[in-house]
C-alpha cells in the first residue's frame, strides 16, 4: 500500500499574551492542564497514561466543565514522531504542540485559536518557541495557526510503502533537502528559538 503525505513545521516566538478578542457565546472557556484521567476524554485512559508517561502534557480548553477542545505538548527534550519515520526532540527552552481537536460540534468558533493562545501563554516566560506540525491538506488548521501568530519554518513529504519509508524530503527556501536532518537541526539548534523572537 502507498501512502504521500505532506505537512508544514510551523512556529511562533513565546511572548507575552494579549487578551483574546473572540467573542465566545457563553462564559469564555478556561485552559486547564489535565493531570488525572477523567471518562470524557477523547482518548483511553492507557493512551493518556502512555503520552504522559513519555513527557507530553494534556491541555484542554474546558467549557461548563467538559472540554470543547484539547491539544498534547511535549516538553523540551521529548523526541516525539511527526510522520512515518520522521521525529523531532523538542529543543530547549521550547515545546511542541500536537494531537488537537476541537469538538465538531462547537468547531468555527474560535476554540482552537483560544486554546492555542492558551498554551502559548501558559509557557512564557520559562520557554522562548512554540512549535507545532500540521498536514499540508488540514486547511482549517491551517488557517487558524497562521491567525494565532505561528509562521512556516519549511515543508517536509514523505512516502511510505507497505510499511517501508524509501523517502522523505523537506523544503526550505525554495531548497529540496532530505527531511530528517531538519527535524534534527531545528532540535538541536539553539539559536533557533533567538531568531524565532526576534523575526
Request: glycine share 6%; hydrophobic share 40%; charged share 15%.
Given at each position: 500500500m502507498l501512502e504521500v503525505k505532506a505537512g508544514v513545521m510551523l512556529s511562533q516566538p513565546v511572548l507575552p499574551g494579549e487578551s483574546d478578542t473572540i467573542n465566545h457565546?457563553?462564559?469564555?472557556?478556561?485552559?486547564?492542564?489535565?493531570?488525572?484521567?477523567?471518562?470524557?476524554?477523547?482518548?483511553?485512559?492507557v493512551e493518556f497514561v502512555r503520552r504522559t508517561l513519555q513527557g507530553n502534557r494534556l491541555y484542554e480548553l474546558l467549557s461548563g466543565g467538559k472540554w470543547v477542545s484539547y491539544g498534547w505538548v511535549a516538553e523540551a527534550g521529548t523526541r516525539i514522531g511527526v510522520l512515518h519515520n520522521l521525529q523531532l526532540t523538542v529543543p530547549v527552552r521550547a515545546f511542541y504542540i500536537w494531537d488537537c481537536a476541537t469538538d465538531p460540534a462547537v468547531?468555527?468558533?474560535?476554540?482552537?485559536?483560544?486554546?492555542?493562545?492558551?498554551?502559548?501563554?501558559?509557557?512564557?516566560?520559562?520557554?522562548?518557541?512554540?512549535?507545532?506540525?500540521?498536514d499540508s491538506g488540514?486547511?482549517?488548521s491551517r488557517k487558524a495557526l497562521a491567525n494565532a501568530g505561528f509562521k512556516p519554518v519549511f515543508t517536509y513529504h514523505s512516502v511510505r510503502v507497505f510499511g517501508f519509508v524509501p523517502f522523505s524530503f523537506a523544503i526550505k527556501a525554495g531548497k529540496i533537502i532530505a527531511a530528517q536532518p531538519q527535524f534534527d537541526e531545528l532540535g538541536h539548534d539553539k539559536a533557533v528559538a533567538g531568531r524565532s523572537v526576534h523575526s
Open positions: 457565546a457563553l462564559a469564555p472557556p478556561t485552559l486547564h492542564h489535565a493531570i488525572e484521567y477523567r471518562s470524557d476524554m477523547a482518548f483511553s485512559e468547531r468555527g468558533q474560535g476554540h482552537f485559536r483560544t486554546l492555542l493562545k492558551g498554551i502559548v501563554d501558559a509557557h512564557y516566560p520559562d520557554s522562548t518557541l512554540a512549535l507545532v506540525a500540521v488540514n486547511h482549517a
